[in-house]
Each structure stands twice: as structure tokens, then as C-alpha cells.
């Protein structure tokens, strides 16, 4: 295992003030979100977009790196130029990541939840992925929250495939984002949550034990602690941080370097709001960061709308929500922030 390249992959990751764009959405995703905007989902309009966020300037100051989808590794720079999407990023400094799983599929004899798929033929894919410029790799698990959801039996299987692609990720070089995503769609309290984000997380750790990945060389992902969205008593965002905090210090190993936020549906400001509020807290022995996804992107793709006029103005909102949650990783964020989005 090259030790040592994940070790600087993974401490490049977690740069101060930066943190993580997730642009890796599969084609049913990628497809969903350009439909409510009236964007077709073909090739050449979802290269076209992944090279507006890829192509924005000073990306670099605000994102360490860029998760891509099995597409867009591949792709080109439109207009003939023989440049691919990951060297676009490495250039500037990024880190080009990929997603490696292939999405859930429901689990036999288990209504309602989830295993994700994509260990076959990992081991291969993962070197063609580092050929391609890939030097980090994510895998995600959806855990559901409902009556008498999660079983024992869900979180388990989900847990040994996220632990068999984090080994194989480190044995090919690439440093893993493990991450165990506890949806937030439902009805549950913020208690709920962390109950099963506790659960969750103490047996992802017990397969990444059995499985000797190396703790030190690894991310994880998920979730803050939250209410259902359909929950009626929603909570502040001192609340959101004190469980979430409470939550990470009780289920994960201090030898984990960093622990990386996905949005989740959360509105963009509010997720940063409450980054802002779980960053500020000291003593903690992860460092902190985002990969968001919607959160970072929502804005921009309702600018774009597929069309090249509006690209500048995408960017600036792309560049936007970068440094408002790269100032929330220092605890700086502040709703004023948000008044300047033209200037910036
Ligand atoms: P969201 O921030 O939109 O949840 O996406 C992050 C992600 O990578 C989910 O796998």
C-alpha cells in the first residue's frame, strides 16, 4: 500500500478553510436534477455543466477536491480541446475523486432499505480510476429511518460492503470516503437520528476493524444530526451541533483524520449555518469539513439552465457557496455573507 501518498492525499483534503464539492451525481440523479430545471440529461449537456463547476475560477481557494462520476472522469473539455475533466481540476490544484459504488438496489426480504452495489470488479477499476487522475475514491451507504427501520441485518450488510471498498481502495492507493448516508426523508426527531447515526456508525466501524482498514488513512461522510424533514419540531442550530458533536465523539474512532459533512437536502444557507455552528466547537479530534453536494450546486444549476450565457453567473454562485462554507469551517460564516453574492 503507497502509505503515503493517501496520507498527503487525505491531508490535502482536509486543507484549512477547504473542503470537498461532491459533483458525482449517477445518471438517475444527475437526470432528476436537470429535469426540474428543463435540462435534458444527455452527455454533452452534463459535460457541459460538470465543466462550468470544473472551469470555475478560484475554485481552488475555497475546494480541495471534486468528486466525480465514472462519466466525467473520462471526459473532455468541450471544443476539441484533448483536455479531460480531472486534469482541468489537478491543474488548478484540486483533487480529482471518484465515486466507485453503483447505486442501491432494494434489499431482498427487507422492505424498504437499501444495499449498494459495485464490488464486482472493484480491484480493476480502481487502477483504471487512478490512471484516469483519480487519487480518492467514495462509496455510499442509505440507511433509512421509519418504523421498525433501520434492522440490524441493513446496516450490517451496508457497513461490510463500504469496509470491503475501503480496503480495496487503500491497497490501491486511493484514499476511501466511507460514507453511511442516514437519509433524512421522514417524520423522526432529531433524537431518532442520533440513535440510529450512533448505530450506524459504531457498525460501520466494527466491519472497518474486521476488515483492517487503516483508520488513520481514511474520511468519513455523513450526515449532521437532524430532525426528519417532516418532523414537526425542527431545532436550532446549537442544537444541531451539540448532538451532531455528541453523536461523532461517542461513535468514532479519534484516529480518523477527518469527518466530511454531505448537505442532504438541507437547504444551502442553512447547511452552511450549521456548519458554521458545529466548526466552532474546540477539542474535537477530527478535523471538520463539507462535501456537499446540493448545497454547493443548487444555486448554480438554477443559473446555468444549460445555457453557455449564463455560465459566469453560475460560477460566481458556485464560487459563492465555496467561500461561505470555507469561512463556516473556521467558524467566520455570517448571514451578511450572503448579501454580497453579486461582488464576489
Ligand atoms: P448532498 O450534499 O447533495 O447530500 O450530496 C453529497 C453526496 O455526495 C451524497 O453522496
Redesign the pocket.
Known amino acids: 500500500m503507497t502509505t503515503s501518498a493517501i496520507e498527503s492525499t487525505i491531508q490535502a483534503l482536509l486543507g484549512p478553510g477547504k473542503g470537498i464539492l461532491?459533483a458525482?451525481e449517477s445518471f438517475p440523479t444527475i437526470g432528476k436534477r436537470f429535469k426540474a430545471l428543463n435540462i435534458s440529461s444527455n452527455e454533452e449537456n452534463r459535460g457541459a455543466y460538470r465543466e462550468m463547476l470544473a472551469t470555475t475560477t478560484g475554485l481552488s481557494e475555497f475546494i480541495s477536491g471534486v468528486?466525480l462520476f465514472d462519466e466525467t472522469v473520462r471526459q473532455r473539455m468541450s471544443h476539441g480541446i484533448p483536455i479531460t475533466i480531472p486534469k482541468v481540476l489537478a491543474a488548478q490544484g484540486i483533487i480529482p475523486g471518484i465515486k466507485v459504488d453503483r447505486g442501491t438496489v432494494s434489499l431482498a426480504n427487507f422492505l424498504g432499505e437499501k444495499i449498494t452495489q459495485g464490488l464486482d470488479g472493484l480491484r480493476e477499476r480502481l487502477i483504471e480510476y487512478r490512471g484516469l487522475g483519480a487519487r480518492f475514491t467514495?462509496w455510499?451507504a442509505v440507511i433509512t429511518i421509519g418504523e421498525n427501520l433501520p434492522t440490524g441485518t441493513c446496516i450490517d450488510a451496508n457497513a461490510n460492503a463500504l469496509a470491503h471498498f475501503a480496503a480495496l481502495s487503500q491497497e490501491a492507493g486511493l484514499a476511501p470516503i466511507v460514507?453511511p448516508?442516514i437519509l433524512m426523508n421522514g417524520s423522526h426527531s432529531i433524537v431518532r437520528c442520533e440513535e440510529v447515526t450512533n448505530e450506524a456508525l459504531q457498525r460501520v466501524f466494527a466491519a472497518l476493524f474486521e476488515h483492517r482498514v487503516v483508520l488513520e488513512l481514511m474520511l468519513l461522510?455523513t450526515g449532521m444530526i437532524l430532525p426528519g424533514a417532516g418532523c414537526p419540531k425542527q431545532v436550532d442550530v446549537g442544537e444541531v451541533a451539540e448532538a451532531t458533536l455528541r453523536c461523532f465523539r461517542r461513535s468514532v474512532p479519534a484516529a480518523v483524520p477527518g469527518i466530511v459533512f454531505?448537505?442532504?437536502?438541507q437547504s444551502d444557507e442553512v447547511a452552511t449555518q450549521r456548519l458554521n455552528a458545529i466548526c466552532r466547537a474546540s477539542g474535537v479530534p477530527w478535523r471538520l469539513s463539507f462535501?456537499?453536494?446540493?448545497?454547493l450546486q443548487a444555486p448554480a444549476l438554477k443559473i446555468w439552465k444549460g445555457s453557455p450565457a449564463n455560465i459566469e453567473a453560475a460560477q460566481a454562485a458556485l464560487h459563492h457557496r465555496a467561500k461561505c462554507n470555507g469561512f463556516a469551517l473556521q467558524g467566520k460564516y455570517s448571514d451578511e455573507m450572503e448579501n454580497r453574492k453579486i461582488s464576489i
Open positions: 461532491a458525482d468528486i467514495k455510499r460514507e448516508e461522510k454531505l448537505s442532504g437536502g462535501s456537499f453536494g446540493r448545497a
